[in-house]
């Protein structure tokens, strides 16, 4: 499995960013996909991810009603679109891919077998 994140940068407060998840043909097929960030100096915490089977997603609070993630199987993409973005959205984000896919654990990153390099997020003035 091979996840490669794109789409990262510098953005105003306010602004929107849309990230994009390569993955590896039919990784999507057998695997969650979720979206993790980690800020310096903090614990890398979960931030959106969708299921294999089922495509439901789910979203930290911190993220809710502004963090938006998708897939496009035929392309073996997932999508993060990020409005709203906050200074404290800054960090590295990374996608990650879960071959369990069990309901309710989709945010702890320990799940996640696969992870890719990460892309950076900047939010400022």
């Not at 980690?38 to 299921?51: D, L, M, T």
């Not at 897939?71 to 404290?88: C, H």
Request: contains cysteine.
């Amino acid at each position: 499995v091979q996840l490669v994140e794109s789409g990262g940068g510098l953005v105003q407060p306010g602004g929107s960013l849309r990230l994009s998840c390569a993955a590896s043909e039919r990784t999507l097929d057998y695997h969650a996909i979720g979206w993790f960030r980690q800020a310096p100096g903090k614990e890398r915490e979960g931030v959106s991810a969708i299921s294999r089977d089922d495509g439901t997603t789910y979203y930290a609070d911190s993220v809710k009603g502004r963090f938006t993630i998708s897939r496009d199987i035929a392309k073996n993409t997932v999508y993060l679109q990020m409005n709203g973005l906050k200074p404290e959205d800054t960090a590295v984000y990374y996608c990650a891919a879960d071959a369990e896919d069990v309901p309710g654990t989709l945010l702890l990153p320990a799940e996640y077998d696969y992870w890719g390099q990460g892309t950076q997020v900047t939010v400022s003035s």
